[in-house]
């Protein structure tokens, strides 16, 4: 596509339920990064994916979070047992292996809500 | 990667060029400076990025010290739309893991005046 689409654009969940987030990066962008973005807050850094290499998965808050990249495309994000704190906007970002030369195209994000 | 320091707030009246400074003094040979804005409740927008000469595209001019140990977003003709928060971050490239995560700070959050 022509931009980054990340789905659902809004999500309200109980606390204790698992939720996925779904981000469709650029064709061809070979990086991928997640970042979340709680209310007036700064952005917080998650997991980048690099192609076929290991993830960094140094942001991840806790073991509840986790992420996939499957082909090298779609990426989703999973929150296990989510708590009240994990309410925020979830941004997923994608480049090309060079990091871009016109730097991360981001997605719209997700405005996740734990009640 | 090197930090950053922006202040924290700004206001610029509509029309008039609009100057976002940047300190970045531990940055190293091979990092690049990038801005990245943020409008309300939307995603961040990549603006622009140098690593030692000035640049200019159709968005804004990049304008790096010579030490490059600083830098200045301009915004030539600043409009309503611009209120954001601007994010100037530094940032290196290895290969060949290739790209860094970019490391947000608080940015600076400018305010375009009627």
């Known amino acids: 596509g022509a931009g980054v689409s990340q789905s659902p654009s809004n999500k309200v969940t109980e606390k204790g339920k698992d939720v996925e987030l779904r981000c469709d990066p650029i064709s061809g962008h070979t990086a991928l990064y997640w970042y979340r973005q709680s209310l007036g807050q700064g952005l917080e850094f998650l997991i980048y994916?690099?192609?076929?290499?290991?993830?960094?998965k140094s942001g991840l808050p806790s073991d509840r979070f986790s992420a996939e990249r499957t082909g090298g495309s779609v990426s989703t994000l999973t929150i296990q047992r989510t708590q009240q704190e994990d309410s925020a906007v979830y941004l997923c970002?994608?480049?090309?292996?060079?990091?871009?030369?016109?730097?991360?195209?981001f997605g719209s994000g997700t405005r996740l809500t734990v009640v | 990667d090197a930090k950053t320091t922006q202040p924290t707030s700004m206001d610029c009246a509509e029309g008039r060029a609009a100057n976002l400074p940047c300190n970045h003094s531990t940055i190293s040979g091979n990092e690049y400076v990038y801005w990245y804005r943020q409008i309300h409740s939307q995603g961040p927008q990549y603006i622009i990025h140098g690593l030692k000469n000035n640049e200019t595209n159709e968005m804004a001019s990049l304008i790096i010290t010579e030490d490059r140990k600083s830098s200045t977003l301009i915004l030539p003709h600043a409009t309503l739309r611009d209120t954001a928060v601007y994010y100037c971050i530094v940032r290196g490239v290895t290969v060949p893991r290739g790209a860094q995560k970019l490391v947000f700070g608080q940015g600076t959050r400018l305010t375009i005046n009627p």
């Open positions: 994916f690099q192609g076929n290499s290991a993830p960094d």
């Open positions: 970002a994608s480049s090309d292996w060079k990091g871009g030369n016109y730097g991360y195209t």
